[in-house]
């Protein structure tokens, strides 16, 4: 062959690998698999930094003074709703003819109510109600909002943008305006309050995941998961959630005081937990046309109870948030 052939023959491909063409992943996406085998060491130093940054966490939260003030007011409230007849001096729902709206004293520290019934036990006892309709709501809530989420924030498109428009048709209108409606036509009981403020709250939890997956979703685990052939339920539920359960659990905590003041309002209104049985909302709705009267401690200590156990998880949520974002 001739200089002149040499220089202006074909060029031919070079035969020269690069590294990210040799890899084994992308000559055969099953290889994908074989990667964590490769590199135990590595995997094993990374779930040993992960649980180093959990016990951190816990530390952290063990430590600051507005977790342990909240989590000792929920802890009271918890007990009072699983022990409360037990606890209560008097029988809540049984009045007295000739101890109504008697004022705080030795014998009735809350004072007692129109019916004469003691307002302390009614208080005690009433927690029962309020702490079992509210986190089963927000738990729904938060796991049909996490399922939503993932949907809207993994697949977007048309299915985000239909599921979105629902979303805010439904959430046009103020929380409690909406569950009224509901509870107005489903009538008043402890499960439709459950399944309605758990639905309503489930769209607005969605919102939260969404953003949460959509940071997500282009990352590179997740690529590595698709190059495994992983199904998209998958892909949504085992890879992706664990890394989004930190605002969950933020929406939850916060949700919960949220549902709490739902409850009250539907209460206060006589749509909520309905008498005799012992319910702060319904008690200060009872109570409240005695204000003009003087009997100030038959709103007073219902209201104190419903304030006292919201700002408890706020204060839990503020920690929990304070963590997560550190």
Aim: proline share 6%; net charge negative.
């Amino acid at each position: 062959m001739s200089d002149e052939e040499a220089i202006d023959g074909p060029a031919t491909p070079s035969a020269t690998k690069t590294p990210l063409e040799d890899a084994p992943a992308l000559r055969d996406p099953a290889a994908v698999g074989l990667l964590p085998a490769a590199a135990g060491g590595v995997a094993g130093t990374v779930d040993s930094s992960a649980g180093t940054i959990r016990r951190e966490n816990l530390h952290q939260l063990v430590r600051s003074p507005a977790f342990l003030i909240g989590v000792g007011i929920l802890l009271w409230w918890i007990v009072c709703a699983l022990f409360g007849k037990v606890i209560a001096p008097y029988n809540p729902v049984a009045g007295s003819l000739t101890a109504f709206n008697q004022p705080p004293s030795g014998a009735h520290w809350f004072g007692t109510d129109s019916l004469g019934r003691d307002v302390l036990s009614r208080v005690i006892v009433g927690a029962r109600d309020i702490l079992i309709v509210a986190p089963l709501a927000t738990l729904l809530g938060t796991v049909l909002g996490t399922s939503i989420g993932l949907v809207q924030g993994y697949f977007r498109g048309r299915v985000d943008s239909f599921s979105g428009r629902l979303v805010e048709a439904v959430l046009a209108l103020p929380i409690v305006i909406v569950a009224f409606l509901f509870v107005v036509a489903l009538g008043p009981s402890a499960p439709v309050l459950i399944v309605v403020i758990g639905l309503v709250f489930g769209l607005l939890i969605s919102r939260t995941v969404r953003t949460a997956v959509l940071q997500e979703r282009d990352l590179d685990y997740v690529a590595a998961a698709r190059l495994r052939d992983e199904s998209n339920v998958h892909i949504m539920f085992v890879e992706i959630l664990p890394n989004v359960t930190g605002p969950i659990l933020v929406e939850f905590t916060v949700r919960l005081g949220y549902a709490i003041f739902t409850i009250a309002t539907l209460s206060f209104l006589g749509f909520g937990i309905q008498p005799p049985t012992p319910d702060w909302g319904a008690d200060i709705a009872n109570s409240y046309q005695y204000l003009g009267a003087g009997y100030w401690w038959e709103v007073l200590f219902p209201a104190l109870a419903i304030a006292s156990l919201v700002v408890a998880i706020n204060l839990i949520a503020d920690s929990i948030e304070a963590v997560v974002i550190q």
